[in-house]
C-alpha cells in the first residue's frame, strides 16, 4: 500500500483553470448547491493573513484533490474544513481517496494544536483527539477490507458485513455517496485487478448453483 506519495505543500496555480468553468454537479448535489458559475480566483501560496494572525496553508486531499487546512503556529487553532466530516465515515463519493486521507491526516497530526473549527462539528475543543480517532479508524478498515477480500469475499459481501445498516444518504445521493466506493478505492489500490476478480468470482458462484 503506497504511503508515502509526494504532495505539494500548497496547491498549484495550474488547479486554479478548473475554477474558471462552469461546474455542473450530480443532479442530488445539484439541489443542495445548485449549478456553480465560474469564477477567478487567486492561488494559495504557503500562508495567508487574515485581520490579526498569519495562517499555514496545508494541502490534505483525499476528501477533494484540492483541500486545504488553515493552521495558526502562534494559538494552535486549525481550521480543518471537510478533513473531518465524520470520524467514522461509512460511506463516500467517487474519486475520494482512503489513502491520501490517511496521508493528510497523518500530516496535520504533526502539527500542534488541539481546539478546531470544523465544517461539519463547528468548534471542537479536542479536534486531533477526534482526526487520531479517523486515521485509526480508516486504517482499521482498509485492513478489514483487504482481509476479507482475501478471504474470498465479494465487493458487495463486504459492504453488507462492514457496513449492515442502510444509510439514507446513499439513495438520497442516488448511491454517488455510497459505502462500495470506499471498497473499490481500497482494493484498486492493493488489487489493481479487483474489478476483474470480482467478476470472475460472481460467474464462478453463478456455476455452483
Known sequence: MQQNKQIPLYIHP???????NVKEYHPFRQ?????????????????????????????????S???????NKETG?????????????KGMLPGESVSVAIESLSRVLMFDFQEMFCSHLGYVED??????KKKEWLQDLQNEIIILYKQGCSKNEISQKLFPKAQPLISVSDH?????????D?????????LQNSVQRSVEKGSMK
Not at 65 to 71: A, P, S
Not at 127 to 132: C, D
Open 65 to 71: 484533490n484540492d483541500h486545504v487546512v488553515l493552521f
Open 14 to 20: 495550474d488547479s486554479l483553470t478548473e475554477c474558471s
Open 176 to 184: 454517488q455517496w455510497n459505502p462500495i466506493h470506499i471498497i473499490n
Open 127 to 132: 479536534g486531533k483527539t477526534l482526526l487520531r
Open 31 to 63: 439541489g443542495f448547491w445548485g449549478i456553480r458559475e465560474g469564477f477567478t480566483a487567486a492561488p494559495l501560496g504557503e500562508s495567508i493573513s487574515s485581520r490579526n494572525k498569519n495562517w499555514s496553508v496545508v494541502h490534505t486531499p483525499g476528501h
Open 77 to 89: 487553532i486549525l481550521f480543518s474544513g471537510d478533513l473531518l466530516t465524520s470520524v467514522k465515515p
Open 186 to 194: 481500497v482494493l484498486h489500490e492493493v488489487f489493481p485487478d479487483s
